[in-house]
């Protein structure tokens, strides 16, 4: 029956599909059928994961195909998803499907998204490995429903994961709504006329146990010398990778030693739906003699009893649901006398075959596809239903936190700033940089109520960590140090040494105690020429802002007139050669600290009275102000998701504090250049980002201690603390702080931010 009222109207639905020949294929395609048939109205964009470089030649319900160990693909496929209009995502989990450690890559796809997710396992693991443990807690972590098909998946999901019960749902796998059949009618197409016939079917491998049957038929000839039993399937694709056909010719030879070779078949078939319907329903009892008791689910066995099959089968999980309440027979695992006893039984009664067939029939009535999508339709509008609308509170008035230098104190040790940690815990495996000293040492300038002993004890620590780091036989700063002082390469990033370079001026020209600028203007004396030789745009921006506060503390200094007289006309050529009528940036693509290049232009021009490159500065600050600000009118950082995408808009996630420090400095230049309130506004508004006027309404300031979470993405924060979140943050708010008594002649950091 059509169902044409639901909330939910487009969905992204994730599996392996046909052509590709397995299980998880078959379900997901059935599955796309059902939900179209039953919710004609809604869309269903249906991602294939392919096993092989090649694609398989997908109908064009596939939208699009993800190689299973191609990570970027999976990235990629994550940004098709959130720009679809989809509401929710459908993903059929499997081990072995997904490329990475025990099929991780599915969790970087999935963290890159913020739809509700709704998750069908079709394998649940009692005793998993390390990394198939990290994979399923992540996707109960983030699933906002997880559907299981045997009440023992519950049962494990929750003794050994841990899964609330709230979170899960047992729908049963779904099976065609097809009428009861007599096996007589069809037996003649497939060439088994006058034959009792017992069948299985699906691909062949050692976990099906058909050398239980095999050696079962023996007895069963005996009884019934025209019986056939049909194993109806192709090699399991990953079986024939490793040795060929080798599994099937054992089976040939096992069944020959056995002298049954009449009167067992084995048919090397993918069949297509309908083909395989009427085989199943020309078999007269069908029979799953599988060897794993901890199997959960079971394709073949839903198929069977959906059309009314006497089946004979093994005890493992989901058989014994399936089959309760005497809807099946069960028989020890290999016991192939068992087997035998059974199928003998039932060939030879056909008034118990029937009963049996009945009543396999009319459990199968309650696990039709059609239940199946509308089960899963109603979870679907269950998770959208709890996805709360955003209101838009973009000019809502907030208050600017004072400058805590609390958090950037528990990173630091005698030696720096470490880079990294785990939740709030500095994680020493990832040792110092450069980028975060520098960025520390700038700090200390800038909290204005920090006590003398401590800005003296701490800029020194920081200075002395980019002391260390200059390199003279290189002319360049290192950047990278492991925990055990040791330095990772002999120059670092030139984007580090821009940065550093911006560190020593801004300490020359703000340092509250003059032994810290005599050796700021040393040591920038010493290294700057190397800003000479930068070609990165964002080293050269560090350089001029460094360079420009040098100007400003000593304004003869020649080399910093230099550095500043060298790169702007530099910035304005990328300019004009990437420049469209749409586009007003220097580089074709996206990427960090974007708006450092229009702050170094203003501060450029400020100094060296070009007031061609202030408006050069103002009008690209405006363009990437522009492209920050999301349709609610929020900040929305511009993430590491959008980085080399030539002349793309940017994607949502995933945000970066970074971005945001970098867009309030940028907007106090050009507040500082023009006096306009726009400026102050638009700095206002980046900084309500930390506080969570942002696509996720979240907070990323810890305002207890000083802290910053290190990202926005789309299912959360990243929870973690490092050095350049807290750094963002403080250096945000001490620049809020500055601009706040400017722009208002109000003292104090504590002025509504409105």
Not at 158 to 172: E, F, K, N, T
Not at 374 to 393: D, F, G, N, V, W
Not at 444 to 462: G, S, V
Request: aromatic share 8%; hydrophobic share 45%.
């Amino acid at each position: 029956m059509k169902q044409d009222v639901t909330s939910v109207d487009h969905i992204a639905l994730i599996g392996n599909f046909l052509p590709r020949q397995c299980g998880i294929a078959t379900y997901t395609t059935d599955t796309h059928a059902a939900l179209r048939a039953s919710f004609p109205k809604v869309a269903v964009d249906v991602y294939a994961m392919d096993d092989h470089h090649a694609p398989y030649a997908y109908p064009p319900e596939v939208t699009r195909s993800i190689p299973q160990n191609d990570l970027m693909a999976y990235i990629s496929a994550a940004r098709a998803i959130e720009a679809s209009g989809a509401q929710v995502i459908w993903l059929q989990h499997e081990y072995g499907i997904f490329g990475g450690a025990a099929g991780e890559h599915i969790l970087t796809l999935l963290d890159r998204t913020s739809l509700p997710l709704i998750v069908t396992l079709h394998t649940v693991l009692e005793r998993p490995s390390a990394d198939e443990r990290r994979v399923m807690e992540g996707l109960l972590r983030r699933a906002a429903k997880v559907i299981v098909m045997a009440e023992k998946g519950r049962e494990i999901l929750q003794r050994v994961y841990g899964a609330s019960p709230r979170l899960l749902a047992m729908i049963p796998h779904g099976v065609p709504d097809l009428a009861f059949g007599d096996p007589e009618a069809f037996k003649k197409r497939f060439g088994w006329l006058g034959h009792p016939v017992v069948l299985t079917f699906g691909l062949l491998a050692p976990s099906k146990g058909i050398e239980t049957m095999i050696r079962a038929m023996p007895a069963i000839v005996a009884e019934h010398p025209d019986v056939l039993y049909v194993v109806l399937g192709s090699t399991h694709p990953n079986l024939v990778a490793q040795e060929g056909q080798a599994y099937r010719e054992r089976l040939v030879a096992l069944a020959g030693s056995l002298g049954v070779s009449s009167n067992v078949r084995l048919v090397d078939a993918f069949l297509e739906n309908d083909e395989l319907i009427d085989c199943l329903k020309a078999a007269d009892v069908y029979a799953t003699p599988y060897v794993n008791p901890a199997q959960i689910t079971s394709g073949t066995l839903s198929y069977a009893v959906g059309v009314g099959k006497a089946v004979v089968s093994t005890p493992y999980v989901h058989a014994t649901e399936i089959l309760a309440d005497g809807h099946g027979v069960l028989v020890d695992f290999g016991d192939d006398k068992g087997f035998s006893t059974a199928i003998n039984e039932l060939l030879g009664s056909e008034r118990n075959r029937l009963r049996l067939s009945r009543r396999a029939y009319d459990r199968g009535r309650t696990m039709i596809w059609s239940r199946l999508a509308e089960r899963a339709m109603a979870e679907m509008e269950a998770a959208l239903a709890t996805k709360p609308r955003r209101i838009s509170a973009a000019n809502a008035p907030v208050r600017a936190l004072s400058p805590d230098f609390a958090a950037v104190e528990r990173m630091t040790d005698s030696t720096g700033m470490l880079q990294h940690s785990i939740y709030s815990v500095p994680d020493r495996r990832h040792g110092y940089c450069i980028d975060d000293n520098a960025r520390a040492l700038m700090l200390t300038h800038m909290i204005a109520d920090m006590a003398e002993e401590q800005r003296d004890r701490w800029t020194t620590i920081y200075a002395s960590f980019l002391q260390y780091a200059w390199n003279p036989e290189r002319r360049r700063f290192r950047n990278f140090m492991t925990f055990d002082r040791t330095w990772c390469e002999d120059v670092g990033s030139e984007d580090s040494n821009g940065r550093a370079l911006w560190a020593l001026g801004m300490t020359a020209r703000d340092s509250r105690m003059r032994k810290h600028r005599d050796w700021a203007v040393a040591m920038f004396d010493q290294a700057a020429s190397l800003s000479l030789e930068l070609q990165s745009p964002r080293a050269q921006s560090f350089a001029m802002l460094g360079a420009a506060a040098m100007l400003e503390a000593l304004p003869g200094h020649e080399l910093s007139r230099a550095i500043l007289a060298r790169f702007p006309d530099e910035h304005l050529a990328l300019l004009a050669e990437a420049r469209r009528p749409e586009w007003r940036w220097f580089e074709i693509v996206l990427a960090y600290d974007n708006a450092r290049l229009p702050q170094a232009l203003i501060r450029a021009g400020q100094a060296l009275g070009r007031q061609d490159l202030v408006r050069c500065g103002l009008d690209t600050l405006d363009w990437i102000v522009g492209m920050q600000t999301s349709p609610e009118g929020r900040f929305r950082a511009i993430g590491t998701e959008s980085f080399g995408r030539p002349y793309e808009e940017p994607l949502a996630f995933d945000q970066q504090p970074l971005e945001a420090q970098a867009t309030i400095d940028a907007c106090v230049a050009a507040h500082e250049a023009t006096g306009d309130p726009r400026w102050v506004e638009e700095a206002y508004r980046a900084y309500r980002w930390y506080l969570g006027s942002n696509d996720l309404d979240l907070p990323l300031a810890s305002q207890s201690d000083g802290g910053c979470f290190d990202g926005l993405m789309p299912t959360g924060l990243n929870r973690n603390q490092g050095a350049e979140s807290i750094l963002a943050l403080q250096m945000a708010s001490c620049a809020i702080s500055g601009l706040s008594q400017r722009s208002a002649g109000v003292a104090g950091t504590d002025r509504a931010v409105a």
